[in-house]
């Protein structure tokens, strides 16, 4: 089961098979929650939008076939849950931005570290949190697909629905201001 | 392109690759994780998901399903298709050979089928004449029913005049009023036979039956007589004498008629 794709996975749960989901689920949890979490910067909407998108996943797991990349087919229901999210309720994904506060709450502190390092820790955290929060829209998504779904420039213009030239335009302007954010903070 | 944008894009690259000092900051800094309590009701929808699938499609139903519905489809098919050719045959078999594979209970004398051999046309003509309306010749010869016997008592007389069935000449293609004491035969016989013996006025009868009679066909000209005053019993006598031929015997006609009538009934 170890040696599985997450395709062959997402068939074996399709199957009736409950621990393939599991396996799924573990390896897909933290990225999909923090790709919600740092796109609204708030905790309570971020899990309940990845309740929706594992659950819409589960209710539509009979129908699965393979024609993407698992990762893709999931990332894809996400973005556009998002969108959904926010048109129904009117308000715009950047006004309900109340970022590091939820966000910082998640941070553990660092295991053996003295409380300088500790302290070092928070701010760099807080640093580069805020740098992603100040993102516009857009750049942000394609920086946390690459980040945290791992995807390619292919796959971030498919699951954002625009051509890898404006993906690879928009994740190199999120790299660029990052970077010189993290410059100006050291 | 400017220095500037291929700098960009040179730092672009080294992300991709995955060693940027920007992935390695994000990915060093502690990641935030859903609760425990939103995986364990996650993961338990996933399982009750699971097992009701499992309950809905077992192995059986899931493996057999197809299968079992494609022959059920198959076997209705071809019952289907089995009913409506053996009809077909039956009606063609009845058509072409002039036998019906099945004799009805009702069905007149054998002597009359065996005189089947006269040109259709013929026998379609005579059978016309000698009956009246050519009912009984061409009812016999498709086998019908001896319910045609109540307008026709003689059947002895009649079924010398049977012949082969129509469909084996093109002549032999039924005339409209033939055709209608065919389809007559399938359904009820007497109630249409009269329904079509009344829709011939007077004038009609009385030229078939003056045919008949001086073509020498006497028994066929009083039969036709006879059944004429099934239809118009009230015609009047004087009347009667005037429209037929003068040597035939009325007397006699009233005879066979009182014999015939009580033969009907």
């Not at chain 2, 198959?74 to 019952?79: G, K, P, Q, T």
């Amino acid at each position: 089961m170890a040696d599985l794709t997450d395709e062959e996975l997402m068939l074996a749960y399709r199957d009736g098979d409950a621990h393939a989901f599991e396996q799924l689920y573990l390896k897909h949890k933290g990225g999909l929650y923090r790709y919600f979490l740092r796109k609204c910067g708030n905790a309570s909407i971020a899990e309940e939008l990845f309740q929706d998108v594992w659950m819409k996943l589960i209710n539509a797991r009979e129908h699965y076939e393979v024609k993407a990349k698992f990762s893709t087919w999931l990332y894809q229901m996400a973005h556009n849950h998002f969108i959904d999210h926010y048109r129904k309720h009117s308000i715009s994904a950047s006004m309900n931005r109340n970022f590091q506060d939820d966000e910082l709450e998640n941070i553990p502190a660092g295991n053996n570290q003295q409380p300088e390092q500790q302290a070092e820790f928070q701010q760099q955290m807080e640093t580069m949190l805020q740098l992603i929060s100040e993102l516009p829209d857009e750049q942000r998504e394609a920086f946390l697909l690459r980040e945290e779904a791992g995807m390619s420039l292919a796959e971030i213009a498919e699951v954002t629905g625009v051509n890898i030239e404006t993906a690879k335009s928009r994740l190199r302007y999120a790299v660029n201001r990052l970077r010189k954010g993290m410059n100006d903070n050291e | 392109m400017t220095m500037s944008e291929q700098k960009d894009n040179l730092e672009l690259e080294e992300y991709l690759k995955g060693n940027s000092f920007i992935s390695r900051r994000y990915r060093k800094e502690a990641m935030a994780e859903p609760s425990p309590h939103l995986d364990a009701a996650i993961i338990a929808a996933a399982k009750k998901a699971a097992e009701n699938k499992k309950t809905v499609s077992d192995p059986f139903t899931a493996r057999w399903y197809i299968p079992l519905s494609l022959a059920a489809v198959v076997v209705i098919s071809f019952s289907v298709v089995f009913k409506i050719y053996d009809r077909d045959e039956q009606q063609i078999f009845s058509k072409q050979s002039g036998t019906k594979p099945e004799k009805p209970a009702m069905m007149m004398d054998d002597k009359i089928e065996h005189d089947a051999g006269v040109p259709a046309r013929i026998m379609r003509d005579e059978s016309f004449l000698n009956g009246g309306i050519g009912i009984e010749s061409e009812s016999v010869s498709r086998g019908a029913p001896a319910a045609m016997e109540d307008i026709s008592p003689d059947a002895s007389v009649s079924g010398k005049q049977a012949g082969p069935p129509a469909a084996q000449t093109p002549e032999s293609v039924p005339a409209p009023l033939e055709r209608r004491m065919m389809e007559s035969s399938k359904q009820s016989k007497t109630a249409e036979m009269q329904v079509i013996s009344s829709t011939l006025e007077p004038d009609q009868w009385f030229e078939i039956i003056n045919q008949l009679w001086f073509d020498g066909d006497e028994e066929g000209a009083y039969r036709s007589l006879k059944n004429f005053l099934a239809v118009y019993p009230e015609y009047p006598v004087e009347q009667l004498k005037n429209k037929l031929p003068q040597n035939m015997d009325l007397s006699a006609i009233t005879g066979k008629l009182d014999k015939t009538t009580e033969g009907t009934e």
